[in-house]
Antibody, heavy 118, light 110 residues
Framework: EVQVLESGGGLVQPGESLRLSCGASGFSFSDYAMTWVRQAPGKGLEWVSSISPYGTSTYYADSAKGRFTISRDNFKNTMYLQMNSLRVEDTAIYFC???????????WGQGTLVTVSS | QTVVTQEPSLSVSPGGTVTITCGLTSASVSTAYYPSWYQQTPGQAPRTLIYDTRTRSSGVPHRFSGSILGDKAALTITGAQADDESDYYCVLYLNSGISVFGGGTKLTVL
């Protein structure tokens, strides 16, 4: 069964850092691009960042550029999102998603909550 | 900045038909944007309904269909059911690895 599972969320203060992880199983991880999507409380979904299968290409939303870094370890079947200089507006559930055919996100995790508050 | 537009809310009667659209403020949506559609119920992860404009994801009922209508992508539910009451999001692939979600449509079935 294809699964992705996020971890690493928590409560941090503005300006602090946090690293999220996304563990994958049930598919050949190194064959697929992966993506982070977030959802602020009561708001819509927002694409945050994507990474190519071997990690050679990375892409960021303007809101993440310069502060967030996406990476992956294909030996560990794990993707990461290093988030620095966190802001209150980064408070959200962060979902990990596997990219599929036709530029879709075809497998989603249940999300991990990041709360940025003083 | 690219903005993807959707109707904030729509309603449909049980058994009725409803269309949710997905547009761009700066251009016409075409198949080249690989529109995809996701359904999300409160507290749950999104579920893929449609990808690559009109391809139904595995296990998705045939009452869900995707298309291009005019200058927008569209998700049509034909024969709506009570459990279709959800939030629906479109995504457009802009190019160079960038994707953008629409603001979401809250669908009420009543």
């Amino acid at each position: 069964e294809v699964q992705v599972l996020e971890s690493g969320g928590g409560l941090v203060q503005p300006g602090e850092s946090l690293r999220l992880s996304c563990g994958a199983s049930g598919f050949s991880f190194s064959d697929y691009a992966m993506t982070w999507v977030r959802q602020a409380p009561g708001k819509g979904l927002e694409w945050v960042s994507s990474i190519s299968p071997y990690g050679t290409s990375t892409y960021y939303a303007d809101s993440a550029k310069g502060r967030f870094t996406i990476s992956r370890d294909n030996f560990k079947n794990t993707m990461y999102l290093q988030m620095n200089s966190l802001r209150v507006e980064d408070t959200a559930i962060y979902f990990c998603a596997k990219d599929g055919k036709g530029y879709q996100f075809d497998q989603w995790g249940q999300g991990t909550l990041v709360t940025v508050s003083s | 900045q690219t903005v993807v537009t959707q109707e904030p809310s729509l309603s449909v009667s049980p058994g009725g038909t409803v269309t949710i659209t997905c547009g761009l403020t700066s251009a016409s949506v075409s198949t080249a944007y690989y529109p995809s559609w996701y359904q999300q119920t409160p507290g749950q992860a999104p579920r893929t309904l449609i990808y690559d404009t009109r391809t139904r994801s595995s296990g998705v009922p045939h009452r869900f269909s995707g298309s291009i209508l005019g200058d927008k992508a569209a998700l049509t539910i034909t024969g709506a059911q009570a459990d279709d009451e959800s939030d629906y999001y479109c995504v457009l692939y802009l190019n160079s690895g960038i994707s953008v979600f629409g603001g979401g449509t809250k669908l009420t079935v009543l």
